[in-house]
């Protein structure tokens, strides 16, 4: 599996929009981008994942850059609730989820 | 639809003590998995099962042992405990690589967590 890198921390005020950025330079052509928090003491959250193109659900929005070696996903509107850690994966499709590597994400501090 | 229930959820135990850590899925899920969380960590797989059957070692399996009873549970035990495995356990399940969209199946699904801390 690709490896990824995120930034330790970062901050957002309150109903602005969080972008948490990930690198995954080498990523190769059938790994998708996964995406994950984890809110204080509970267990990791699924938000939302994509191959190449832009995704978007109810809970974010994933860019990919056309050469896939980064992405970013999108809080549109953050709240105080969405302070967490946000783990960027880099996972081949299909492979069941054997051994997913959680790393020591991006502690996001939303500030009112 | 429950998802995935760990039990117990707070658990003292005292050094050489055993206990299993009880996890169940209601999603019909194939794929297994038991992770460790030390404080300001990531998660570490302990051990996963593939499918009912099957388990493997993950990056962190020394003192512990598992056990897939059905398609739908799997324990986690600790034979002697040690402080060493204080921590917060959760399990998780992915559809794996039975039916189902071939990109959704790697989401995995955690449940709530046990926090066990070895005295």
């Known amino acids: 599996d690709a490896k990824t890198t995120q930034p330790t921390s970062m901050d957002c005020a309150e109903g602005r929009a969080a972008n948490l950025p990930c690198n995954h330079s080498?990523?190769?052509?059938?790994?998708?981008v996964y995406w994950y928090r984890q809110i204080h003491s509970q267990g990791p959250q699924y938000i939302i994942h994509?191959?190449?193109n832009n995704e978007t659900n109810e809970m974010a929005s994933l860019i990919i850059t056309e050469d896939r070696k980064s992405s970013t996903l999108i809080l549109p509107h953050a709240t105080l609730r969405d302070t967490a850690v946000y783990y960027c994966?880099?996972?081949?499709?299909?492979?069941?989820?054997?051994?997913?590597?959680f790393g020591a994400g991006t502690r996001l501090f939303v500030k009112a | 639809n429950a998802g995935v229930t760990q039990t117990p959820k707070f658990q003292v135990l005292k050094t050489g003590q055993s206990m299993t850590l009880q996890c169940a899925q209601d999603?019909?899920?194939?794929?297994m998995y038991w992770y460790r969380q030390d404080p300001g960590m990531g998660l570490r797989l302990i051990y996963y099962?593939?499918?009912?059957?099957?388990?493997d070692k993950g990056e962190v399996p020394n003192g512990y042992n598992v056990s897939r009873l059905n398609k739908r549970e799997f324990s986690l035990r600790l034979e002697s405990a040690a402080p060493s495995q204080t921590s917060v356990y959760f399990c998780?399940?992915?559809?794996?690589?039975?039916?189902?969209?071939?990109?959704?199946?790697?989401?995995?699904?955690f449940g709530a967590g046990t926090r066990l801390s070895v005295l």
């Open positions: 998780a399940s992915t559809i794996g690589l039975g039916s189902g969209t071939v990109n959704r199946k790697n989401i995995q699904y």
């Open positions: 080498t990523i190769s052509g059938n790994e998708y």
């Open positions: 994509g191959l190449k």
């Open positions: 994966i880099v996972r081949v499709a299909g492979t069941g989820g054997f051994k997913t590597i």
């Open positions: 999603m019909n899920h194939n794929s």
């Open positions: 099962s593939a499918s009912e059957g099957t388990t």
